[in-house]
């Protein structure tokens, strides 16, 4: 009789190891082919981060084609045609291994290249990816009729799938991407994908195994049929975390601080929520969770929107990642506090699937052309606040009230306000007091939601009208601006400027006056390296041909001389809009109205350039902190050289905060013996918009470099040798090993 029990206990325990590893392994492989592709992707769209979020919103349109196959194949279908038309798809799929990119693919030029990605990746990963999308709902559903005694509840099985997301999603950048190149990722990734369905098989055997010996499980209870309030309201919680997710990772890059790899902590943050709201603890858990989100609220708001400018970026960020936590746990409480009986199990999951999927897509493709800024982010904070406990059973109108009244009081007195300035302090101190209020309205959601929206939108509007911004524009590349400046003159007098800025990276600035506006600032001043070097070979550069990759206001257009031939090349069409526009700069219709611009990704473009084209090629897309990796391996800096001329030059910018990107051309160079020089470079006194930057020069032979390092114009110095770089290849890069 022990035996039996003992022989009993094992196989239970077999089978939640089975279907618990599985959905692990499956969950691992979803998260690490979504960053490997991104990486495959990033070369072709010039590194932007708008091509995560754009691969983040075809996951989930997969997710849920796989969910809806899973629901009807569950829901429809008797136990063995579910496991024969399962292992038909799984075999199938083998067809689209190994993982590739289709060949000849190259993303438009002139337009919006968001589709194009998103057809580029059905080709290559949508059957595999369709397939390990299918396995949670499915197997989950599996699991609930093979008659375990864990049946009835299937959901922690969900757990150990996120737990996989989480890890996968954590070991890529830390643990795959610094040891593991992308050709043998692909390869291993297909290898571990065909045990992954020898796996589903084992779990599709044992579903046969048990309904063919005659066995039933208990017949499922008869629940009431879901309403469709309940439905909307899962859809609802579900939709307004993947907004979030997705409106958070923009919002950092574009004003906080685009530092590499921060995109994984909030995609880490939210697999978290899942992990703890479906587990066993989730019950003691929830409470206290709703309780802590009104309480972060009111430092959240104070400082991280009122007056984010009191805080160090770091603790901004660790606010901002604070309150979205909390929301998210929230949102995802209650989604699991209201998860349905097994027998709607693959409808929830649907349903929480096509939430994610809309999500995603309202923030690819409809914020971007509704909203001029990341306004989707402040939206979903809103809406998380709806989403708190107690929604549906609520007077709205009573709510309502209080919100609505300080909105009209405040219009009043925004109207009645011409200049803000000298009423800035009072004006902040009574939103900061608002935002105090709050934390009464704790247990009436609108209220609080309401309260938080007009606190938003007046802090939104007053820093809107202090930062003098002449113009705002979104694209796929990012949040492009134009703000207006004063400084004080040489005669000590103040005179305006203009500034363009990508997200928080300043890429240029111009001075108004007629004596200034043709003087090239910041990273491209006349005291600085590139001053400095046509300064150097002023007498011989009269017929030289010069490409800059990166246009931003295009200040560098006045270091041209009226026989020589510039090419600018830019990947978004916005930033040449912009640098055309004599309202916001005027350096190429004063400097070089001739210059040629060319659309596209430069590396692209630069491979129908014929060889030794250039006498200087400047490379300048590296100030932002989304570094175009892609332009930095060795295959590239190769492209590079061989489009000089014998005794041409590379010049590149490589201004950085947080990457020490010389180490990676350090090695290039010490690879295909090449001579370079570098200077970091500090003005000696105050010279306004003159700016510390550092370039590196590159050339064939360091004999061409002599010149630039006898000139003593500025401290040029030999690149230094590191000797614990691994060489950057189209095929491995690691940004972790550059870290500052």
Request: glycine share 6%.
């Amino acid at each position: 009789m022990k035996t039996t029990t003992q022989t009993s206990s094992d196989q239970r325990f077999s089978l939640v190891m089975l279907f618990s590893v599985t959905l692990f392994l499956s969950a691992s492989l979803m998260f690490v082919v979504q960053p490997m592709f991104g990486k495959l992707l990033l070369p072709l769209l010039g590194g932007a981060p708008a091509v995560w979020n754009t691969c983040m919103v075809f996951y989930q349109m997969i997710l849920f084609l796989g969910y809806c196959y899973a629901h009807f194949l569950a829901d429809k279908q008797t136990y063995n045609r579910q496991v024969l038309v399962h292992l038909c798809l799984l075999f199938i799929s083998l067809l689209a291994l190994p993982l590739a990119l289709p060949e000849g693919g190259e993303p438009p030029t002139a337009s919006n290249p968001t589709l194009w990605l998103i057809w580029t990746l059905f080709i290559a990963i949508g059957l595999p990816f369709f397939v390990v999308s299918t396995t949670a709902p499915l197997l989950q559903k599996w699991f609930a009729n093979i008659g375990h005694k864990n049946s009835e509840d299937p959901y922690f099985l969900y757990a150990a799938s996120n737990a996989g997301s989480m890890l996968s999603l954590l070991s890529y950048p830390f643990i795959i991407e610094p040891n593991i190149g992308l050709a043998d990722q692909q390869s291993i990734w297909s290898i571990v994908y065909g045990g992954l369905l020898l796996l589903i098989g084992g779990c599709a055997f044992f579903l046969w195994r048990y309904h063919r010996s005659g066995e039933r499980a208990a017949p499922e209870v008869e629940t009431e049929a879901l309403s469709p309030q309940i439905q909307l309201h899962w859809l609802a919680l579900a939709f307004v975390p993947s907004s979030l997710l997705l409106g958070l990772t923009n919002f950092i890059s574009t004003d906080i601080a685009s530092a590499p790899l921060l995109w994984i902590v909030p995609l880490t943050l939210y697999l978290l929520t899942f992990i703890v709201v479906f587990s066993k603890w989730s019950d003691k858990v929830h409470p206290w969770m709703v309780k802590l989100q009104p309480a972060i609220l009111l430092p959240f708001i104070a400082f991280s929107f009122i007056n984010p400018a009191a805080l160090s970026y770091g603790v901004d960020l660790s606010l901002h990642l604070l309150a979205f936590f909390l929301a998210v746990m929230v949102c995802h409480g209650e989604l699991a506090k209201h998860r349905p009986h097994t027998q709607h199990l693959t409808r929830f999951y649907l349903i929480m699937s096509f939430a994610g999927m809309l999500g995603g897509m309202f923030n690819t493709f409809v914020a971007p052309f509704v909203f001029n800024a990341v306004y989707e982010y402040p939206i979903m904070i809103i809406a998380a606040l709806l989403l708190r406990p107690g929604l549906l059973s609520i007077h709205w109108l009573k709510q309502a009230a209080l919100p609505l009244s300080l909105l009209i009081i405040g219009l009043v007195v925004y109207g009645l306000i011409d200049n803000p300035a000298p009423y800035l302090d009072s004006i902040g101190v009574a939103l900061i007091l608002l935002a105090g209020l709050n934390y009464a309205f704790r247990k009436q959601p609108i209220t609080l939601a309401l309260t938080t929206a007009a606190i938003l939108f007046f802090t939104q509007g007053l820093h809107s009208m202090l930062s003098n911004t002449l113009y705002q524009e979104r694209s796929f590349f990012g949040v492009f601006s134009v703000r207006e400046s004063i400084l004080s003159n040489e005669d000590n007098r103040p005179e305006k400027y203009h500034e363009l800025f990508h997200g928080t990276t300043k890429h240029g600035a111009q001075r108004l006056s007629a004596k200034h506006s043709r003087t090239p600032l910041t990273y491209y001043s006349k005291p600085g390296p590139m001053g400095q070097l046509f300064k150097v070979f002023d007498q011989q550069n009269e017929q030289w041909q010069i490409g800059s990759v990166g246009l931003g206001a295009g200040a560098l257009a006045c270091y041209a001389k009226p026989q020589q031939h510039w090419y600018f090349y830019e990947i978004d069409p916005l930033v040449i809009k912009i640098a055309e526009n004599t309202d916001y700069f005027s350096y190429l219709r004063k400097c070089n109205y001739q210059a040629e611009m060319i659309v596209g990704d430069a590396r692209l473009q630069l491979l129908k350039a014929e060889d030794e084209k250039f006498d200087l090629l400047i490379l300048d897309a590296f100030s932002s902190d989304s570094v175009p990796t892609h332009l930095l391996t060795r295959e590239a800096i190769q492209l590079y050289i061989a489009k000089l001329k014998a005794n041409g030059m590379l010049a590149f910018h490589i201004t950085n905060r947080h990457l020490e990107l010389k180490k990676v051309l350090s090695d290039h160079v010490s690879h295909l013996k090449l001579g370079a020089l570098i200077q970091e470079f500090k003005p000696r006194k105050e010279i306004p918009l003159v700016v510390a930057t550092d370039w590196v020069v590159i050339a064939k032979s360091a004999d061409v470099l002599e010149p630039l390092q006898q000139s003593r114009l500025g401290k040029w110095q030999k690149l230094p040798l590191y000797f614990d770089m691994k060489p950057w290849t189209d095929d491995f890069t690691n940004i972790l090993g550059i870290w500052k």
